[in-house]
């Protein structure tokens, strides 16, 4: 599913009207009674809506009718004069007045309302066209609204915030506790930076044209179910374990036994023909213990890893969850770098070490998948001043090394050679625990064993699993999933997506 620019979502919006064909009066009614329908849902108080004179206030001003037809107790307030609506925006001001409705007209400040704390607010003042900051009389609504502690829904998008771009903290933003928005996230509301003003984000669709959407050129998408289950193959009922490949996984030290029980428990069952961890001699009782299907070499060190083994029989390598940063295992990730002929996933500490020495990140083979978090990143290739310069940074990056890079994060972004993002669209906080990581790293490990692509692996490892964490939250609670159960969900999710 395509991520579309503001100016693409207009576009959707013409071709919908034209090729329905439907009126853009009417397509704003079905988008208008998707928002009614949630916000019944959402509150039984006093409304009071804040519309714009453009479309986005057009849509709360159909909201308002909706809500007074159902008997609520609604105050309508419109930002701007009578004289400077759209189109559509007039025509739903004319249908309340049909109704006998007050409106207000907020013209200078002195006529900003007073609103109480028990009251829901609508922000229908500006849409996702919005590109410069707020100002005026729109900025002091916008104001009045974030200091009052009443609930706020946002329409299509908080108003002040930038759809396409970051939007600098000194611009005046509504605060939503949800916003309602239409047919697709827009791709601000991927990142952490803008989650205090978009609330619980809740996707409407209102019918727009989805075939032409998905024509329009995007180098962003969103994985969904869809997605994955083009990616993922059956099983050959004639297949052995020599048919899906054989993964090592370099893991584990004094005291993060854990980081490789993980990893190789993920690797395992997400299909992997053969899994094997290499780890310090230390840690053998406890992988065959923990994990008895995977096989184990161990270094000569007891604590850490200091030696490749021989690398030849493997089809991907997985290394870094719980690997430290020793001097000797710096040595031994650049080593790695130089002799491994299979694909790499590199993950956690094997990033540590490769940050710690950058001249490394010269030796990457291409396709080879990272996947850090975001201080790892920042470590390998440095600060940034915002989430949407981080991943300008991170497609710069992924194109310069020719590498996939995974961002983990709550819309984790894999970046590809090519310039390509993917917005995972699963999983839940639940995942934000020590161990999440590891599994992870052996699913996308696993794939790639068997003969997924680079960028294949890891937009399907991803998003299994944070489906898997989906499903385990499911039974039990973001508190409480840990990432052992994670692996124990994976099967249910892949059966799902296969529909077996």
């Known amino acids: 599913m395509k991520l579309l620019t503001a100016e693409q979502f207009r576009m959707a919006d013409a071709y919908t009207i034209q090729h329905e064909p439907i009126s853009s009066v009417n397509l704003m009614e079905r ?31 159909a909201i308002a009718r909706m809500l007074l037809k159902s008997g609520r107790d609604v105050r309508i307030f419109i930002c701007g004069r009578e004289n400077s609506m759209s189109a559509d925006c007039k025509t739903n001001y004319l249908r309340l007045k049909k109704l006998n409705a007050p409106v207000n007209f907020i013209t200078s400040e002195k006529n900003i309302p007073e609103i109480t704390p028990d009251s ?23 104001q009045k609204i974030n200091h009052q502690t009443c609930t706020v829904v946002s329409i299509d998008i908080p108003s002040g915030l930038f759809a396409d771009e970051h939007t600098p903290p000194s611009c005046i933003t509504v605060k939503a506790d949800y916003t309602l928005t239409f047919q697709r996230l827009k791709r601000c509301m991927l990142f952490a930076e803008n989650a205090l003003n978009t609330g619980q984000i809740m996707v409407l669709n209102i019918g727009l044209n989805e075939t032409y959407m998905d024509s329009l050129p995007s180098s962003f998408t ?23 490949g054989h993964a090592l996984l370099l893991a584990g030290s004094k005291g993060k036994a854990g980081a490789a029980v993980l990893a190789a428990k993920g690797c395992i069952r997400t299909g992997a023909g053969l899994s094997t961890a290499y780890i310090p001699d230390t840690l053998l009782t406890i992988m065959q213990t923990a994990v008895p299907e995977a096989m184990c070499i161990t270094d000569r060190s007891t604590d850490y890893l200091t030696t490749l083994p021989d ?24 080593e790695l770098l130089k002799q491994a002929e299979c694909p790499l996933i590199l993950d956690a500490d094997a990033l540590n070490c490769i940050s710690m020495n950058k001249k490394l990140l010269r030796q990457l083979p291409e396709n080879s998948i990272l996947t850090p978090h975001p201080k790892e990143f920042e470590r390998l290739f440095g600060k940034c001043k915002n989430d949407f310069e981080r991943n300008e940074k991170q497609i710069a990056a992924s194109v310069k090394y020719k590498a996939v890079i995974v961002l983990k994060g709550a819309y984790t972004c894999i970046s590809t050679k090519d310039g390509k993002c993917h917005y995972n669209t699963s999983g839940n906080a639940g995942l934000a625990k020590g161990g999440s990581g590891d599994v992870l790293t052996g699913i996308i490990t696993s794939l790639r064993a068997q003969g997924y692509s680079a960028e294949d692996a890891a937009v399907a490892g991803v998003y299994l699993h944070g489906m898997a964490a989906d499903l385990a939250v499911a039974q039990q609670s973001e508190y409480s999933i840990t990432a052992s ?14 529909g077996r």
């Open 120 to 142: 829901t607010v609508i922000d229908a003042m500006f849409g996702t066209g919005l590109n410069k900051p707020l100002e005026g009389i729109a900025a002091s609504v916008a």
């Open 222 to 244: 969103l994985t969904d179910d869809e997605t994955v289950k083009k990616i993922l193959l059956p099983r050959k009922k004639f297949s052995h374990k020599g048919t899906y």
């Open 311 to 334: 690398l030849s029989s493997y089809t991907a390598i997985g290394a870094g969850p719980g690997l430290g940063a020793q001097k000797q295992t710096i040595t031994l990730v650049g």
């Open 31 to 61: 988008a208008a009674t998707r928002c009614y329908e949630q916000i019944t849902n959402i509150t039984n108080n006093t409304v009071c809506v804040f519309a714009g004179t453009g479309n986005n206030g057009g849509d709360g001003l």
């Open 485 to 498: 159960e994670v692996t124990d969900f994976s099967g249910k999710a892949i059966r799902m997506l296969m």
